[in-house]
């Protein structure tokens, strides 16, 4: 049998992209505030220079988990807008869209307020406060008839209006300087973060990963519209509710660890979409790896371009992103 | 002749209105079957019902000599396709994507095509003269196009029973004969049977082995078209006033609505009152 065209394309794809996101990732362990340079992280990376303890202390106990974590989250957010994007059948969908994001800011607020350690404190009740949120919306939206994308949409949007006032609420209630961390949280944070917990976020992110790819043709099903889906034999409603709570709980988990990161999960999805096609057989991996390595190097622009300190990553992701996507969105126009 | 369909007792309802009312028919193995009748007759949810898409009906429905709901999504989508009516949404799936898509139901989870997939899909392209439009995207369509297009992914799934929804609303009147005629063609050439749910009595009269009338979700009439397309009947059907003759060719029954200007009698079905001035 001759090569599958899809295979031979996935590859085409991925490859590069996976090229793409080691480099960037060598890169993140390379540049930092302190010991910069392409020689440094080469002595480190090989052992070269045994006697450099702080050396070696700063690229794997500081810069790797963090390095590592930017993957994580990028990966995970730019799949869970692309999974929304098409569930919903909707171009403004993205990770947060249904309530996510107000109800984990809200669970982990509290934890803050509680005088919870970050971790697992306030990770748990930001976990809490998103899987909360999710029962809520699917239970509002699952009447006569199950999972109507509009009604989902909807209910999501409403959570999360009510999440925003619990929110402001909440911080107009603080003034000590557990302010500061509300904000960082509320920001997104990635530095606060260990080997420890990128293997568990790895362990809880991969089924997750897999489970969203096998789904890959039958969302490429979906978007043909339900009815032609189910009469091509896709099993709609199992496979809407997968979907869902998969893409949910990584979504959540990733939350859970370094708060809430905008953007990515907006125009990922669509910058892959515009330069690839519409079937997600290509764009599941497609998201992974480039969520990853967009990530990573904003998170790492973020970290070198300050002179004293760094910029909320979430910063750069939508200065740079939002003027790309444009770029792409009016050449593909033409 | 064995039967493809038999439907018994058909009842729906959407909250309080009921669409469906009892409704009896068979449809026989490689038969051309047209359903026709006015807007909110029922003859949309009842291609629903017979699609597997809608499981909220009283009733039975047999497809091949089995309860449709003994049949798995998957199964039935190997022996039953349905033509949707043309949505205006399209997202940019090359045309040779959407008729493999059609091959789904025959392929595994991710869909990975195999030789013999593809051979199909350029059979069915080739027979709903398609092919060169193999690269080009659903958006870049136009109406008829598209509506070959999935025609041909409903061939791809190499169906027993093919369901039309008012295949031919759309579309000019040479797209018209042209998706009629490669019904007709999928009818004689590989036996596969065909119900379409239409609002163009003159074509369906053309094409069709046996009409059924629908109106408020009940049968006024069945049977072969010279039998069916009469004056009584369409306008029993449709409440409004129809001349029935003959098309030259092949005699079918052929039907001219009737203008209001032309009709003397006070119950004139149509609405009253003056227009104001301008």
């Known amino acids: 049998m001759s090569p599958r065209p899809v295979l031979r394309r996935l590859a085409l794809v991925s490859l590069p992209l996976l090229l793409a996101l080691l480099t960037t990732i060598f890169l993140g362990l390379g540049f930092g505030v302190t010991g910069s340079g392409l020689r440094a992280i080469w002595e480190a990376l090989l052992a070269l220079d045994v006697s450099n303890v702080v050396q070696q202390t700063i690229v794997w106990r500081i810069r790797l988990p963090r390095v590592l974590l930017a993957a994580e989250v990028g990966a995970t957010l730019s799949l869970g807008g692309l999974v929304f994007q098409a569930l919903l059948r909707n171009p403004l969908a993205e990770p947060y869209i249904l309530g996510i994001s107000g109800g984990s800011a809200v669970g982990a607020i509290s934890g803050i307020l509680l005088g919870l350690p970050r971790f697992p404190g306030v990770s748990a009740t930001a976990f809490a406060g998103s899987m909360a949120t999710l029962a809520l919306v699917l239970m509002l939206s699952s009447g006569r008839q199950i999972l109507k994308k509009d009604t989902l949409l909807l209910a999501g949007v409403m959570v999360n209006a009510f999440c925003s006032a619990m929110i402001l609420f909440l911080i107009s209630l603080t003034q000590d300087s557990r302010l500061h961390n509300i904000i960082f949280w509320l920001m997104g944070d990635l530095s606060l973060s260990d080997m420890g917990q990128v293997q568990l976020l790895a362990l809880l992110l991969a089924p997750c990963f897999i489970l969203v790819f096998l789904l890959s043709h039958a969302m490429n099903l979906l978007l043909m519209g339900k009815e032609t889906a189910m009469v091509l034999g896709v099993n709609i409603k199992a496979v809407t509710l997968t979907l869902l709570v998969a893409t949910s709980f990584m979504i959540s988990a990733t939350v859970a660890q370094c708060g809430l990161l905008g953007f990515v999960g907006l125009v990922i999805p669509h910058l892959l979409r515009l330069m690839l096609g519409p079937d997600h057989r290509i764009l599941v991996p497609a998201c992974i790896l480039g969520g990853a390595t967009y990530m990573v190097g904003c998170d790492l622009l973020a970290r070198i371009v300050p002179r004293h300190g760094e910029l909320p990553v979430g910063v750069i992701t939508a200065m740079i992103g939002a003027p790309l996507f444009i770029f792409l969105l009016r050449r593909s126009g033409k | ?278």
């Open chain 2, 1 to 278: 002749m064995t039967p493809a369909i038999v439907a018994r007792d058909l009842r729906h309802a959407y909250g309080p209105e009921t669409v469906l009312r009892g409704l009896s028919f068979d449809v026989k193995k490689g038969e051309f079957f047209i359903i026709i009748g006015p807007n909110g007759s029922g003859k949309t949810t009842l291609l629903k019902i017979l699609a597997g898409i809608d499981r909220s009906f009283q009733g039975s429905v047999e497809l091949l000599q089995r309860p449709l709901q003994s049949y798995t999504r998957r199964e039935l989508a190997r022996r039953l396709a349905l033509v949707p009516q043309l949505a205006a949404e399209a997202f940019p799936f090359s045309v040779h994507e959407v008729l493999l898509m059609g091959r789904a139901p025959h392929m595994g989870l991710l869909g990975l095509e195999t030789e013999n997939d593809r051979r199909i899909a350029e059979q069915a392209m080739r027979f709903t003269g398609v092919s060169h439009l193999g690269h080009r995207t659903l958006d870049q369509l136009s109406g008829g196009e598209r509506q070959r297009v999935f025609l041909a992914r409903a061939v791809c799934q190499e169906p027993a029973v093919i369901l039309l929804d008012e295949p031919t609303a759309a579309l000019d009147l040479a797209h018209q004969i042209r998706v009629m005629d490669l019904m007709a063609r999928l009818q004689h050439e590989k036996g596969v049977t065909i119900l379409m749910v239409s609002h163009d009595i003159n074509l369906a009269a053309m094409y069709a082995d046996r009409l059924m009338l629908l109106k408020s979700g009940a049968r006024v009439a069945i049977g072969p078209p010279q039998e069916i397309v009469t004056y009584q009947n369409i306008e029993r059907t449709y409440g409004c006033r129809v001349l029935v003759g003959t098309n030259p060719l092949g005699g079918y029954p052929q039907i001219t609505p009737v203008p209001g200007r032309f009709l003397q009698d006070a119950s004139d079905p149509a609405p009253g009152g003056k227009l104001p001035d301008r």
